[in-house]
């Protein structure tokens, strides 16, 4: 297969079938989830009913069962990623706890007063809000890689920001309001320059471009198991083993330790001292399934699709008149996440009147109000596409947006 065969693939996912007010369903949440393929589905259906049982606890069959496929698919997100060694996986409920783990275990270790964070203006609450209150606590200076007027980051920037105070850099793989792919290597350059350590968060990434933790020479990468069509509730932290073995845990309990007694503990060896309690297993068996499906695809096909309808969608988007986008007008380096707003409608009138059409976009500030404050908004309408949408899908889009601004005119 040389070009992607998107009819094969929207069978692939059942939800597409769907109505919505009456309407073809055209799903252009991507950002926010992606739906699941019958291989995913299938794959946890099948879990429960023939493998269901705790994982690392009982010896009995199923409960070996249930463990070989939890840690078969801990070795298959070591290969999706690259990553040099199994025991640098730890799985979590999602991208958000993954990145609380580093600030609240990494961070809370070895950032002190007066040392630097630097993170970017581009970022989710997620890769934010743990910086700032780590930053809080310890007295520390939280700063800014800031944009520029095209809605990249400035690595003018990034170089005068970077200093030998930085002991952190973290930012956003993709951004999930711009689109944008950062250029995280060089990020990584730059803080390993300095002996500061690189975190990315990967929520966007994953699912549409390959991962190479190695390559990147990322220290930490998270992501989201929703985000690249495995169910909610499963997420991954990546960690250089030198790194999280120095790392104590923040979540204490079972299958975390070595012993315990009365008044003291020791812990287990990585990544299972970062895993205490029930994991979702079910989730990480669909999370196995998922890459499974992404590798049959190839990320050469969904990368070269994406592209395709980031051409696609960039020039319709740009002829509707009174339509602001922000990020990027070019597709280079660029995902096929578009927000914008229409004249002086407000981003959830918008949303409403396109999902009453069956086009489901998220309006909102898409957890990034610092960055929805530097464009002047308080919020944007979001389309984020994925491969088994169409070009056909964008022009429903587009014509569901040019009926929404007849209706605001007259209305007026
Ligand atoms: N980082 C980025 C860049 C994200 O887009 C998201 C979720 C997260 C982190 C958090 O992921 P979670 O799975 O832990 O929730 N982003 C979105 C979004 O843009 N719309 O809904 C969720």
Redesign the pocket.
């Known amino acids: 297969m040389d070009k992607i065969d998107i009819e094969k693939i929207r069978n692939d996912f059942p939800i597409l079938k769907n109505k919505i007010n009456d309407e073809t369903l055209i799903y252009l949440?991507n950002?926010?989830?992606l739906q699941m393929p019958k291989d995913v589905l299938t794959a946890c259906d099948n879990f429960y009913h023939d493998a269901y049982s705790n994982v690392h606890r009982s010896s009995h069959t199923l409960a070996i069962k249930a463990t070989q496929i939890y840690e078969t698919v801990r070795k298959k997100v070591q290969k999706f990623i690259n990553a040099a060694d199994t025991s640098e996986i730890i799985f979590t409920?999602?991208?958000?706890?993954?990145?609380n783990l580093v600030a609240l275990s990494w961070g809370e270790s070895f950032i002190s007063a007066g040392d630097e964070i630097v993170i970017t203006a581009m970022?989710?609450?997620?890769?934010l809000i743990p910086w700032q209150q780590l930053a809080l606590r310890k007295k520390a200076k939280l700063k800014f890689i800031e944009l520029t007027p095209d809605g990249r980051l400035d690595m003018n920037d990034a170089v005068q920001k970077i200093t030998s105070k930085t002991k952190l850099v973290a930012a956003?793989?993709?951004?999930?309001?711009l689109g944008v792919i950062n250029p995280i290597k060089k990020l990584a350059s730059l803080a390993h320059k300095v002996g500061a350590i690189m975190v990315v968060?990967?929520?966007?990434a994953a699912g549409h471009i390959p991962i190479d933790v190695q390559q990147l020479e990322a220290d930490f990468y998270?992501?989201?198991?929703?985000?690249m069509l495995a169910p909610?509730g499963v997420?991954v932290l990546y960690g250089r083993k030198y790194l999280l073995e120095k790392m104590t845990p923040v979540m204490y309990g079972g299958e975390m330790i070595e012993h315990v007694s009365r008044f003291t503990s020791s812990w287990a060896e990585i990544p299972f001292k970062f895993e205490a309690g029930t994991p979702n297993i079910a989730g990480v068996r669909g999370l196995g399934a998922a890459i499974d499906y992404l590798n049959k695809i190839s990320f050469k096909m969904i990368t070269e699709y994406e592209q395709e309808l980031t051409d696609y969608a960039l020039n319709a988007l740009k002829k509707i008149t009174a339509l602001t986008i922000y990020g990027p007008l070019t597709s280079k380096e660029r995902l096929p996440?578009f927000s914008f707003n229409l004249d002086k409608i407000h981003a959830h009138d918008l949303a409403t009147i396109l999902d009453a059409e069956g086009v489901e976009v998220?309006a909102?500030h898409?957890?990034?109000e610092p960055l929805m404050t530097d464009l002047g908004v308080i919020a944007t309408v979001?389309a984020?596409l994925y491969i088994y949408n169409t070009e056909k899908d964008i022009d429903i889009l587009v014509e569901a947006i040019e009926k929404a601004r007849n209706f605001f005119n007259h209305g007026n």
């Open positions: 949440d950002a926010a989830t409920s999602g991208c958000t706890a993954s990145l970022e989710h609450h997620s890769n956003v793989h993709v951004s999930n309001v968060d990967g929520a966007q998270a992501f989201s198991g929703h985000k909610t997420g996440i998220r909102g898409h957890c990034a979001r984020s």
